[in-house]
T-cell receptor, first 110, second 110 residues
Framework: EDQVTQSPEALRLQEGESSSLNCSYTVSGLRGLFWYRQDPGKGPEFLFTLYSAGEEKEKERLKATLTKKESFLHITAPKPEDSATYLCAVEGVHDYKLSFGAGTTVTVRA | DSGVTQTPKHLITATGQRVTLRCSPRSGDLSVYWYQQSLDQGLQFLIQYYNGEERAKGNILERFSAQQFPDLHSELNLSSLELGDSALYFC?????????FGPGTRLTVT
């Protein structure tokens, strides 16, 4: 069974203080690794899909990277509006579903 | 706005009752996924339909069932409701390499 572990559970940052979130995964054949942002009570908002080790994707202050065992979401110079829960998920080649981690809740203080 | 719509937004009902949640996927998407999100379980995959056919099943209870209709909208039926079924229920639809979530239905069982 696919497994996804995210760390840390919570992260408190000062505005402008860059940091990274970790997503470790085990899957028998990776079809894709997904990153989402979720605000309280709202649906997850799609950010990135990564397919193979070495791949990187960027969107505004966010950059996602992928290795064979883990993915990192780097937040550069965060702003208070970056406060949210960031979810990581994997889809295996034998699956038709996403397996999610528990998420990292990021709070950015002005 | 992801393009995935869900109704109703909120649902309050009593134990033992039956409810139906509705989802319309993004225009052109053939796949519909249902997920449950509770505070202690995170996002859990329930079931996937592709072009009207069931494609994958997760940890969906026997009291729960779903279907996808010819116009591609989907319904999730929850019966004999228990207090523990209180959660956010999300629908998602997918294009190549992306999965987009709707705003969710918050179910409260009293």
């Amino acid at each position: 069974e696919d497994q996804v572990t995210q760390s840390p559970e919570a992260l408190r940052l000062q505005e402008g203080e860059s940091s990274s979130l970790n997503c470790s995964y085990t899957v028998s054949g990776l079809r894709g690794l997904f990153w989402y942002r979720q605000d309280p009570g709202k649906g997850p908002e799609f950010l990135f899909t990564l397919y193979s080790a070495g791949e990187e994707k960027e969107k505004e202050r966010l950059k996602a990277t992928l290795t064979k065992k883990e993915s990192f979401l780097h937040i550069t110079a965060p702003k208070p509006e970056d406060s949210a829960t960031y979810l990581c998920a994997v889809e295996g080649v034998h699956d038709y579903k996403l397996s999610f981690g528990a998420g990292t809740t990021v709070t950015v203080r002005a | 706005d992801s393009g995935v719509t869900q109704t109703p937004k909120h649902l309050i009902t009593a134990t033992g009752q039956r409810v139906t949640l509705r989802c319309s996927p993004r225009s052109g998407d053939l796949s519909v996924y249902w997920y449950q999100q509770s505070l202690d379980q995170g996002l859990q995959f329930l079931i996937q339909y592709y072009n009207g056919e069931e494609r994958a099943k997760g940890n969906i209870l026997e009291r729960f069932s779903a279907q996808q209709f010819p116009d591609l909208h989907s319904e999730l039926n929850l019966s004999s409701l228990e207090l523990g079924d209180s959660a956010l229920y999300f629908c998602a639809s997918s294009g190549p390499g992306e999965q987009y979530f709707g705003p969710g239905t918050r179910l409260t069982v009293t």
